[in-house]
């Protein structure tokens, strides 16, 4: 692997092998990058990083301009408009993500003393998207993750950045690392999935009737994941269900 010397538009085309025979052709990420975008540095010298951790991780830059039949069979084979620029894609085993240019930078804005609006990059993400882009394509199967409901818990669908209460930047945030979410009420069906991977049960306020205990004590005992999210003094009800398990929460603040 390697990057593309010299200015213009790169074609950054990155390669993940996940349990490829060696017959076939290793399964692929293409990148559209534009020579002048900052970041395109950090890209390629981040995917260096990959590519030496794990060999089935691998890349190579093509220049449109020096280089347009590979280019337009790039593009062509991820079926992306003719002029695409400045996206990462991601490819294995027949599936494909695509990361932006705009997705690996976090800006801030600012004003300069004479008013004028500033936009400073503050961190380069690649790496928190890029592994889980991989994770994404390499994994043949998606977790289903359920968050309990019924008993006050934080709500998945309030994402306001600045809520106290809400828990649904961490859903999309597990979303994009290629979990698959759902809820789970036991008052609307008092069972647990059968592709439950996990059951997370975030800030409860209310007291676990004894069925969902039982209900939850059954899925741990046959294998299953329980993250259990509590604030300080929780309701005392838990308790019972935590000590079958030998555990014990106390109250206070540390």
């Known amino acids: 692997g390697g990057g593309s010397g010299g200015g213009g538009e790169a074609l950054l085309h990155a390669c993940v092998a ?21 970041s395109r540095v950090l890209v390629l010298e981040l995917l260096k990083k990959y590519q ?4 089935l991780v691998r890349f190579t830059a093509v220049n449109p301009l020096r280089e347009p039949a590979r280019a337009r069979e790039v593009i062509r084979h991820c079926r992306l408009p003719a002029q695409a620029r400045n996206l990462i894609i991601f490819e294995a085993n027949q599936r494909m993500q695509i990361v932006t240019h705009g997705q690996l930078t976090k800006m ?13 990059r503050t961190a380069f993400l690649g790496e928190l998207h890029f592994t889980s882009a991989i994770n994404a394509v390499s994994n043949p199967v998606m977790p289903r993750v359920y968050f ?10 309030d994402t306001a950045p600045d809520s106290r209460v809400g828990f649904g930047l ?5 979303v994009t690392d290629n979990y698959s979410i759902g809820t789970l009420s036991f008052s609307q069906d008092p069972a647990i ?23 939850l004590h059954n899925y741990l005992k046959t294998g299953g ?10 309701p005392q009800g ?11 929460i106390k109250d206070g603040i540390i």
């Open 148 to 157: 309990l409901t019924g008993h006050g818990e934080r709500s998945t669908e």
């Open 18 to 38: 996940e349990e490829v025979p060696p017959e076939r052709a290793v399964a692929w990420a293409a990148a559209l990058l534009n020579g002048a975008a900052p």
């Open 52 to 55: 030496h951790a794990n060999p």
């Open 170 to 174: 961490a859903a999309s945030g597990m």
């Open 238 to 248: 838990i308790q019972p269900f935590l000590n079958r398990w030998g555990l014990r």
């Open 225 to 234: 994941r329980i993250l259990l999210l509590l604030e300080p003094n929780p």
């Open 193 to 215: 999935p059968a592709d439950a991977a996990a059951i997370i049960i975030p800030g409860p306020t209310r007291d676990l009737s004894e069925e969902s205990a039982q209900l």
């Open 108 to 120: 801030d804005a600012s004003r300069t003393e004479k008013g004028d609006l500033v936009f400073k």
